[in-house]
């Protein structure tokens, strides 16, 4: 296949970046969409030029390192079912198609060099609360904790956000709330959460805010664009336990 | 339990320091709770929840044009007959309309602020005509109400309704037989009809009410309750420059 490309390249954090025009010859309709930019590099390479940083580590969907807003979408095209570039493959384009590689955009998300932004937002939200506080330890018994299937596998839905951040790329308004909405989902929705439900929710909106991202607006894009499937109703549950949880703060 | 999981050590641990911090006494409650974000969204719902549900009344009021003259008449002098319900009402929602409007602007000049630089190309994943335009929609039907509420209400615009006392069915069709009001009119509920087919549907969201089983028949419901509402409202002028409706003198 050949492509053409229009690729953002930017040198730093503080350059001004531009798109540039590249073609993409000879790839195999296997190839992924990074192996695709793998090739190109190799190119750049041989010739002397500077090849286009991206970020990527598991290239098999389960890390959420690999970006890329691939003609306007985060991940590429919506209609090909929910995936990570990394998963996605140059057989769903067409030959001679033009293709936008552009970074994840928000302003929260800074551009440390072309493609590759700073998601490290996403992290601080997750300290602030995304987690149980008690020790552990190893795994309990089964069934010592008796949780309701529909329970436990919603729980599981939310767990399955791999912090991406495609949600936020993908909004109008740089919202972060699919990202936290199914980390506070996750917990909000097992046992060992509820003794922290308040104080997470809390803790980890007003972070939210903090870090500069967008309030939602019901536009939904997240979900569509989300690999790990994560729907909307998490930020349900968010605004509803963000709600309960300033009341009881209020009385208490 | 609070030693063991408890909120002491992590927020020795993990608090940030130096950030203004969400006061949790219950008087500072409502305005930290304004301040955040999922805050200003329930603020929106609420104002939106009032403005809906004036809106519905209003129409139904309306509607009664279409009985006997003596009936939308007598309606408007019930609601005349009692002053102080009639400013309670209007009070709260002009508070309602005003601070729908001031918080729902100053979400989307956060919402721009956080976008910042956008892509060259720009796409979605589906058309969302109604929810791009919240903003413009919201306006135009601000400068509609204005304008509605100075022809109706203060009877400002047009000199022959200071003769016509309490005769509401006179005004109302004599304002419509102008196709410059009427269009305006329509123009304006199309629009407001166009916001809540996306308001409608987001109430329930933001209210923390929506769930996987509910949501399509929340999305299907409010368009249609929406589309509804426009009939409603347009029937009247339509009626009017149609013919259908004419003075009783
Ligand atoms: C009779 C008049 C109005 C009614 C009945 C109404 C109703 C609503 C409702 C129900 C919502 C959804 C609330 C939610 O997110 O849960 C909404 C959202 C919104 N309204 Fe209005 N509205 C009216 C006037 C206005 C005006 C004058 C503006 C002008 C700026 C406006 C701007 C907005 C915006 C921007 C949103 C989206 C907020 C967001 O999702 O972040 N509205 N409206
Ligand atoms: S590289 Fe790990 S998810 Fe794509």
């Known amino acids: ?252 | 339990m609070d030693a063991v999981l408890g909120n002491a050590p992590r927020a020795s641990r993990h608090a940030a320091p130096n950030h203004s911090s969400y006061s949790t006494s219950a008087v500072n409650f409502l305005a930290s709770f304004y301040r955040s974000s999922i805050g200003k969204k329930w603020i929106v719902a609420l104002t939106g929840l009032a403005l809906i549900g004036y809106v519905i009344g209003h129409l139904v009021g309306n509607l009664q044009i279409f009985g006997a003259p003596e009936k939308i008449n007598q309606y408007a002098e019930f609601l005349h007959s009692m002053p102080r319900a009639l400013w309670v009402v209007r009070s709260v929602l002009l508070a309602a309309f005003f601070l729908h409007i001031f918080t729902t602007i100053k979400l989307a000049t956060e919402n721009r602020a956080a976008k910042g630089r956008t892509n060259e190309m720009r796409a979605t994943t589906s058309p969302k005509p109604a929810k791009k335009t919240m903003v413009v929609s919201g306006l135009l039907v601000l400068s509609f109400v204005a304008y509605h509420l100075a022809h109706f209400t203060a009877r400002i615009t047009d000199a022959r309704f200071e003769k016509l006392n309490h005769d509401v069915h006179t005004m109302v069709i004599l304002g419509f037989q102008n196709p410059l009001v009427s269009g305006f009119y329509l123009l304006s509920v199309f629009l407001l009809c166009l916001h809540l087919s996306h308001g409608f549907q987001s109430v329930p969201q933001t209210f923390g009410l929506n769930s996987k089983s509910l949501r399509n028949a929340i999305t299907k419901g409010g368009q249609a309750l929406a589309w509804i509402i426009f009939a409603g409202y347009a029937s009247i002028p339509l009626a009017v420059l149609l013919k259908q409706l004419t003075p009783a003198h």
């Open chain 1, 1 to 252: 296949m050949n492509l053409k490309l229009k690729v953002w390249r930017q040198k730093s954090a503080t350059a001004e970046g531009r798109l540039a025009e590249y073609e993409a010859r000879n790839i195999p309709p296997d190839a992924s969409f990074l192996e695709m930019l793998d090739i190109l590099n190799e190119e750049l390479l041989a010739k002397g030029d500077e090849p286009i940083a991206f970020d990527h580590d598991c290239r098999e969907g389960i890390c959420g390192s690999c970006s890329l807003t691939i003609n306007g979408i985060p991940h590429g095209p919506v209609n090909l079912s929910a995936t990570t570039t990394c998963q996605l493959y140059m057989r769903k384009f067409t030959d001679g198609q033009t293709i936008y590689i552009e970074p994840f955009r928000a302003r929260s998300f800074p551009i440390v060099r072309d493609l590759i932004v700073d998601r490290s937002a996403l992290d601080r939200i997750q300290r602030s609360g995304g987690y149980v506080t008690a020790r552990a330890g190893s795994a309990p018994d089964g069934n010592a904790i008796l949780i309701p299937k529909t329970e436990a596998d919603s729980a599981m839905e939310a767990a399955a956000c791999i912090g991406c951040g495609a949600c936020v790329a993908s909004c109008p308004n740089a919202s972060a709330m699919l990202f936290v909405g199914a980390k506070v989902s996750h917990l909000n929705r097992l046992p060992q959460g509820q003794p922290e439900r308040h104080q997470r929710t809390l803790n980890m909106v007003k972070k939210m805010d903090e870090e500069g991202f967008g309030n939602c607006s019901n536009h939904y894009e997240c979900e569509a664009v989300c690999p790990a499937e994560i729907p909307v109703t998490v930020i349900t549950q968010l605004n509803r336990d963000y709600a309960a949880a300033s009341v009881s703060k209020a009385v208490s």
